[in-house]
């Protein structure tokens, strides 16, 4: 597998009722031709690519911030992602985790691991050490994500106000509605 096609299976999270989709982005800068509609691609490869991430940051509520243990201009493109995203969501509460991925090459190691932490620290956000070749870690920072995302909608939600208790019922019927037709299209959580 090249990096650009991941399987990731649903996880069953028992504290949760609510179902996340994932939407996993690694691999789009190779492939930029073909990721928005054909009436598009009088722009440049560079564009859509950009105008996708973008509007995968605006509309995910959790990211995943990837990076390779082996190689440190993985973790310097870490920096401006993250940057990003709080721009783009004009929000310094986003639910994030850091992944230093290829946790089974030891000994190829770029990034020491007490620099992972250091970055979890100034960030707020956990970090994992995972494989994808030995799973380890892989659905604990699905996991992690997606309880901070309950968290934070459980936390925008108010019980003494009424009316956002009736705004939320209403919007979970329409969410339910939607729901049925939902697709890939409409991203939850954004592995980056």
Same mark, same amino acid.
């Given at each position: ?79 401006? !992602?993250?940057?990003?995203? *709080? @721009?783009?969501? &004009? +929000?310094?509460?986003? /639910? ?6 290829? %946790? ?40 992690? !994500?997606?309880?901070?995302? *309950? @968290?934070?909608? &459980? +936390?925008?939600?108010? /019980? ?6 009736? %705004? ?25």
């Amino acid at each position: 597998m090249n990096g650009s096609r991941a399987m990731i299976p649903p996880l069953k999270i028992p504290t949760a009722l609510k179902s996340r989709s994932t939407l996993d982005t690694a691999g789009t800068e190779q492939f930029g031709m073909g990721l928005l509609p054909s009436s598009s691609k009088t722009l440049p490869a560079n564009a859509r690519v950009v105008a996708m991430r973008d509007l995968y940051m605006k509309t995910g509520q959790g990211f995943l911030l990837v990076f390779s243990i082996t190689s440190a201009s993985s973790l310097n493109e870490l920096e401006g !992602l993250r940057e990003e995203i *709080l @721009r783009i969501k &004009d +929000d310094d509460n986003v /639910p994030m985790v850091i992944v230093g991925n290829k %946790a089974d090459l030891e000994e190829a190691r770029a990034i020491p691991r007490a620099k992972g932490f250091a970055i979890s620290q100034k960030w707020g956000a956990p970090y994992y050490e995972a494989s994808a070749r030995t799973r380890t870690n892989v659905d604990e920072v699905f996991i992690d !994500l997606c309880r901070q995302m *309950l @968290r934070k909608e &459980d +936390d925008t939600t108010d /019980p003494d106000d009424s009316s956002k208790v009736d %705004a939320l019922k209403s919007s979970n019927n329409k969410r339910r509605r939607r729901s049925k037709f939902r697709d890939s299209t409409h991203p939850r959580c954004v592995v980056l």
